[in-house]
C-alpha cells in the first residue's frame, strides 16, 4: 500500500469514528477490494456498505430493546404450546406480534384465565419478543413491582416524571394485575397509570380475575370503572379459560411414562 493510500485508509477511518458508521469502518475495505475486481459502479458500492450499517443498527437496536425489556429469559415463541390454548391461533398472535393495527393507535391487549394457563408466556415470549424483533419499544414487569416503584415515585414528589419515562416504550405487559392489594395508595398510581396511556400508548395486561372481580384491586367502585372502561375503550380481549399448565406437567411427571390417564384416581391426585 502506497503512502498516500495509506494516509487516506487512516483519514477514512477518523471520518467514519467522527459520522459513528462502525459497520462500514469495518467492512469498506473489503468491499472496496471486491468493488475493484468486478467493476461496480461507485452507488453500487456505497449502496452495499450503507445497507450492511442499516443492518448492523438494527440488530443493536433490537439488542438494546430485549435488554430493556426485561422479558422472562426462559419463555419462548417455540416452546409456546398452541394446542394447550385452542381459542388462540397462532396467525392470530403473529396478527398481534406485527404490531402495525394496534400499537400505533394506543390499543390494548386484555389476557384473562386462572393461574399457569399460559398469559405470561403469550404476553412475554409469543407477542412482547415477536414485537421487539419489528422494531416496537416493549417493558414487561409484574404489575406489583411496578406499582411498587410508582409510590416510592410518588412519595418522592416524581409520580408524573416517572409515568413519563414510559412513554418511551410502545407497549407496556403488566403481567397478574389481580395481584396488586386492594390499597387506596397502590390502586391509585395504577389508575393514574392506564389513565395516562389511555388512546397514547398500549398496555398488554394479564389478570386472573374478570372484570367482575377487581373490587378487589380498586377500593373505589367508581374508580374500578373508570379503569375498566379506559383499558376496554380500544381493546382486544382474549380469555384463556385452560386447565393450568403446570399442573398438567406435575400430573404427568406423578404419573411417570407409559402410565394411562386413566390410572389417575382422586385419590392419586389429591396427594
Not at 397502590?186 to 397509570?193: G, I, K, N, Q
Not at 398500549?202 to 375498566?228: C, H, R
Amino acid at each position: 500500500m502506497s503512502v498516500a493510500n495509506t494516509v487516506d485508509t487512516a483519514r477514512l477511518n477518523l471520518l467514519l469514528n467522527e459520522l459513528r458508521l462502525p459497520a462500514i469502518k469495518v467492512l469498506w475495505a473489503q468491499f472496496a477490494e471486491q468493488s475493484d475486481k468486478e467493476g461496480w459502479p461507485a452507488a453500487r458500492f456505497l449502496a452495499t456498505i450503507a445497507e450492511h450499517e442499516i443492518a448492523e443498527r438494527g440488530r443493536r437496536r433490537t439488542e438494546r430493546h430485549l435488554v430493556e425489556a426485561r422479558l422472562p429469559a426462559e419463555k419462548t415463541f417455540d416452546s409456546f404450546d398452541f394446542e394447550a390454548v385452542p381459542m388462540i391461533s397462532k396467525a392470530q398472535v403473529m396478527a398481534l406480534a406485527a404490531g402495525d393495527s394496534w400499537l400505533g393507535k394506543g390499543a390494548n391487549l386484555l389476557l384473562f384465565g386462572p393461574p399457569g394457563g399460559g398469559k405470561s408466556h403469550l404476553a412475554a415470549a409469543a407477542i412482547g419478543l415477536a414485537l421487539i424483533e419489528n422494531g416496537w419499544r416493549v417493558f414487561f414487569t409484574r404489575t406489583t413491582d411496578l406499582v411498587q416503584k410508582l409510590q416510592v415515585a410518588r412519595r418522592e414528589l416524581n409520580l408524573e416524571a416517572a409515568i413519563n419515562r414510559l412513554d418511551r416504550f410502545d407497549l407496556l405487559i403488566l403481567d397478574d394485575l389481580a395481584y396488586v392489594t386492594k390499597d387506596q395508595a397502590e390502586t391509585s398510581v395504577l389508575f393514574e397509570l392506564i389513565s395516562s396511556r389511555y388512546e397514547r400508548r398500549s398496555m398488554l395486561i394479564t389478570a386472573n380475575q374478570p372484570f367482575g372481580e377487581w373490587n378487589k384491586v380498586f377500593p373505589d367502585p367508581a374508580m374500578t370503572l373508570a379503569a375498566i372502561d379506559r383499558l376496554v375503550h380500544h381493546a382486544t380481549i382474549v380469555e384463556m379459560n385452560v386447565e393450568s399448565y403446570r399442573r398438567r406437567t406435575a400430573l404427568d411427571r406423578k404419573r411417570g411414562p407409559g402410565r394411562p390417564p386413566a390410572h389417575a384416581t382422586p385419590k392419586t391426585l389429591a396427594d
